[in-house]
């Protein structure tokens, strides 16, 4: 498994609407995206720990590697 990207909460959020999930509402610092029947729930932390952010796309259920190809912009 490629090794996760050290970013921040915002800059895995704008990954994730590149991947075609939605913000459907965030309480307090955690956003909540979704697409179609997976979501998951994102902290808009200044660092994500890596645990948190496997977390997340697992929630999602897409592949680290498309999860990274997002971050890099292709």
């Keep these: 498994m490629p090794e996760l990207p050290k970013i921040s ?3 895995a959020i704008k990954a994730f609407k590149k ?3 939605d913000q459907v509402r965030q309480k ?3 956003v909540v995206m979704r697409r179609e029947d997976k979501g998951c729930v994102i902290p808009r932390h200044k ?3 890596v645990g948190t952010l496997k977390s997340a796309i697992k929630q999602a259920g897409i592949a680290v590697d498309e999860f990274i190809a ?3 912009g292709k």
């Design 28 to 30: 307090g610092s955690h």
């Design 19 to 21: 991947l075609g999930f």
């Design 70 to 72: 997002a971050c890099e």
């Design 9 to 11: 909460g915002d800059e």
């Design 47 to 49: 660092e994500l720990a």
